[in-house]
């Protein structure tokens, strides 16, 4: 193609791209003005449909150039408000990017780059300040690395959405504060609708980007109602077919990056969490009822794991490198050239907890384990904190794209029913869940009745008994109650880990001193359905065969709960072990009293499968009971207390169900890789196509 050619083609889809643009702005222009009314002064949607009408009238049938250049001139010199000037420093520089540029895809890289840079001059704002530099700065990114304009479109419109979870820093929106939270700024949304006009009239497929930004948008319809800004987000199938097409591309790229890039990637993501740590904990802090302290504790331990999952990928270990050299020799028959190594799995599905809305959520154990791994990551959102979990793929998302991962690595999608559809769908290769016995076992049983089964690792429930030894009953009552009762109120009893029975022997030292130590406050449990899980089984608990309140200072069923302690014996329990030590999530645990070593050991094995088990004696512990637990338990504690889970290469994090559905791996610790690997031998290959791990050095 020639340049007058060249030119031709360029002005003819910015004349489209202008026409789509105006034609999509007619359309959604109550849209526009909805939100604006939310962070403003109602008048964007007006002002940009007025702007593009008289740009229209000035330009008549005009070409592209001149119909960008009266654009211009029009939003710089005529249309009001903030966002007026902004959008017209941007059209100028698209203008005259047009004149030299030999691509669309470089026409809009440079000129949407350097509007970029105006509007930032101008306006000062930055990416996270809620303006429409969130939608603007992505899509000129994925111009700039990738020169796709499908991308961009993309990162525009997921830039876009990502500031329904923002709090204004910057312009009038900064001045309502929350208010518009859950709800995307106008501004980025007009920014999205002009990147998706000009993939229409280059001829890229972009409805639905553009479908998944008006349900984004659209508070009165589709999207999210003004009642409920945390409701889930339907993906639509057409959105979760997309994803899902986007992590089955990504799966070779990301497994081809070398380990090096793979553990960058890892570390990029780490940094860009810290860096947004401040803006991320006040959204947590808004939507989980947990502390700033807390939550800020979690995102550095899930930034710490991260990190530590880069280490484990540039150190190599987990390929598993095995090589067998051929030997005719070898006994019964020859041995041929044998190489095995790990692999990939391929995408994998997390279902996100709702009690670590770092850690365990979108970036948590799972996903680092899973990316460490080289597997695309799909996670299915907790409703329990949708715009933390919109922010965090967001700013995740970003930082991938930036250190040379391919698009489509991690991803979010929404709703109990989109859940199960990718559970079921043949490109996702692996699940992990982490929740109830009733959740997990049902998200199992979908994983295992495919086509093709596919591995889940779930997470369950767990009672984590304690038992304390006549010896050391007596030896540091008061140490041990107080110790337990930190220890199950810990988090408001909302952990996986919450030690929930403690067992001591009758006439315990450390039973009467639980009855002088005094219980903390109420605290609010994480959210309304948590609630009532907690006072339905709390009230199983009350009524069973002659359990007493042994402690309580408050409400414990108020909301927010008072924590409560319970007696009970030991030979009751034994009757309907079932009923008496499964799981309480919250506040509450129960004593039990034994009376006799055999009966406590009775009580063990009544336990099925636990995360853990703790045990207090003195030097000399009897050897039967640890038989018993290690049965039982993934994890063994000798004087200390399970709700400290730390991460590193020796947890085990996992038990014999319903603690888990695989009792062979752990969802905690550097050995959570395994589970999105699969071995695969070479066998009698030439060096030159061997993986690079199984190649003689």
Known sequence: MDWRQLMTTLDAVLREG????????????????????????????????????????????????????ALSEVFLDDVGGTSGPLFGLLFQEIREAAASADSLEALLRDGAGAGL?????????????????????????????????????????????????????????????????????????????????????????????LDRLIRASDGSGSGIPEESPTTPEPTAESELNFVLDAATDAR??????????????????ADALETHSEELVQIAV?????????????????????????????????????????????????????RRSNRPIGPVLVFAASNFPFAFSVLGGDTASALAAGNPVVVKAHPGHLHLSRRVTSIAADAIRRAGGPDGTIALIEGHDNGVAALEDPRVKAAAFTGSIAGGRALFNIAQN??????????????????????????APEQIA???????????????TKPGTLFVPTGSAVAKALHQQQLPGAAPLLNDNIHAGFQKRLTELRNAPNVRTFRAEGDPEANPPAPI?????GKDVLNDPELYLDECFGPAALIVEYDSH?????????????LTATVFGLEDAPADLLDVLAERAGRLLWRQWPTGVSVTAAQQHGGPYPASTTSQTTSVGTAAIFRFLRPVAWQGFPQNLLPAELADK
């Open 286 to 338: 808004e939507e989980t009822h947990l502390t700033a302290g807390r939550l800020t504790g979690e995102l550095g331990r899930t930034s710490f794991q991260l990190r530590l999952f880069a280490e484990v990928v540039r150190d190599g270990g987990f390929l598993d490198v095995r090589i067998d050299p051929a030997d005719p020799s070898w006994p019964v028959a020859a041995r041929p050239d044998l």
């Open 565 to 569: 302690l319970l007696h009970a014996h």
């Open 450 to 475: 495919r086509p093709e089964p596919i591995p889940f690792y779930g997470e369950l429930g767990s009672n984590n008994p304690v038992f304390v030894t006549p010896d050391a009953d007596a030896d």
């Open 18 to 69: 202008f026409d789509a643009y105006k034609r999509l702005v007619d359309d959604t222009e109550p849209i526009l003005t909805a939100l604006d009314e939310r962070s403003g002064d109602g008048d964007f949607g007006a002002n940009l449909k007025g702007g593009l009408e008289s740009a229209a009238d000035r330009a008549g049938a005009s070409d592209g150039l001149r119909t960008w250049n």
């Open 598 to 610: 055999e009966q406590m050991l009775e009580l063990a094995r009544a336990f099925p499968g636990q």
């Open 117 to 209: 840079a105006a509007v930032q001059r101008v306006g000062e704002a930055q990416p996270g300040d809620r303006t429409l530099v969130d939608a603007l700065e992505p899509g000129v990114t994925a111009l700039r690395d990738h020169e796709d304009l499908a991308l961009a479109v993309a990162a525009a419109v997921d830039g876009a959405i990502s500031t329904r979870d923002l709090i204004a820093r910057r312009g009038r929106a900064s001045y309502v504060g929350g208010r518009a939270v859950g709800f995307p700024d106008p501004g980025a949304v007009g920014i999205a609708l002009l990147f998706v006009a000009l993939g229409r009239a280059s001829g890229l497929d972009i409805q639905p980007a």
């Open 252 to 269: 070779h790229p990301l497994a081809a990056l070398s380990l090096e890039e793979r553990a960058q990637v890892l570390e990029t993501v």
């Open 482 to 496: 107080t110790d337990f009762i930190a220890s199950f109120t810990l988090g408001a009893g909302q952990f996986c």
